[in-house]
């Protein structure tokens, strides 16, 4: 089944402590980014991949890392997590990057940071 | 990449056809109108993409006029089940980030 997988789905952690979220997908797309969202806000970008080893900002970029080593994985490195990234957070991948291809998402990590 | 602009909210009873309404007036030629279907805590999913006139599927159609500055998503007799946000996105291939804006919230009332 052509998926979009993330995990951990859920995560409750402390201010500074780093955490990965891991985000994989099986359909050998080129294009993976990273959203979060937050109430009223709705749904903003926060980095994107064209390719392996290709990565770049999008809208709100600070406090977060990725990397892109192998084309199906792309994780979402919060080196010194703090409350205001209290967020729910989406992966998504597409054939290739821009509107005209269909994003698919994974089904969301609700992190929380106390 | 052109922004859109689109309701916040809209309230429909259960039957009725309901039509959402993207304004893009910063559209480009090569752009295409993609709109995604959003339910609570999950993630956006693909709805309908045209380009230009009218394109239909078995979800929804897309009405886009002739000077594609904006662009409409008509969902036929619509059950509790549409209510969900509803995001419009306009660009082209290549274009290398995504703006999804926070879209509009359909509730649909029995």
């Known amino acids: 089944e052509a998926q979009v997988t993330q995990n951990p789905r859920y995560l409750i952690t402390v201010t500074g402590k780093k955490l990965t979220v891991t985000c994989s997908q099986n359909m050998n797309h080129e294009y993976m980014s990273w959203y979060r969202q937050d109430p009223g806000l709705g749904l903003r970008q926060i980095y994107y991949?064209?390719?392996?080893?290709?990565?770049d900002k999008g809208d709100v970029p600070e406090g977060y890392k990725v990397s892109r080593k192998e084309k199906r994985n792309f994780p979402l490195i919060l080196e010194s997590p703090s409350p205001n990234q209290t967020s729910l957070y989406f992966c998504?991948?597409?054939?290739?990057?821009?509107?005209?291809?269909?994003?698919?998402f994974g089904p969301g990590t609700r992190l929380t940071v106390t | 990449l052109a922004k859109t602009t689109q309701p916040i909210s809209m309230d429909s009873y259960e039957g009725q056809e309901v039509n959402i309404t993207c304004s893009h007036n910063n559209i480009a030629t090569n752009d295409y109108i993609t709109w995604y279907q959003q339910f609570p805590s999950q993630g956006p999913r693909f709805i309908i993409q045209?380009?230009?006139t009218k394109v239909t599927n078995e979800v929804a159609s897309l009405f886009i006029p002739a000077d594609r500055k904006s662009s409409t998503l008509s969902l036929p007799r619509v059950s509790l089940s549409d209510t969900a946000v509803y995001y419009c996105l306009v660009g082209r291939s290549g274009a290398n980030n995504l703006f999804f804006g926070t879209g509009t919230r359909l509730t649909v009332i029995p």
């Open positions: 045209g380009y230009k």
């Open positions: 991949s064209m390719n392996v080893e290709v990565t």
């Open positions: 998504a991948s597409s054939l290739s990057s821009g509107p005209s291809y269909e994003q698919y």
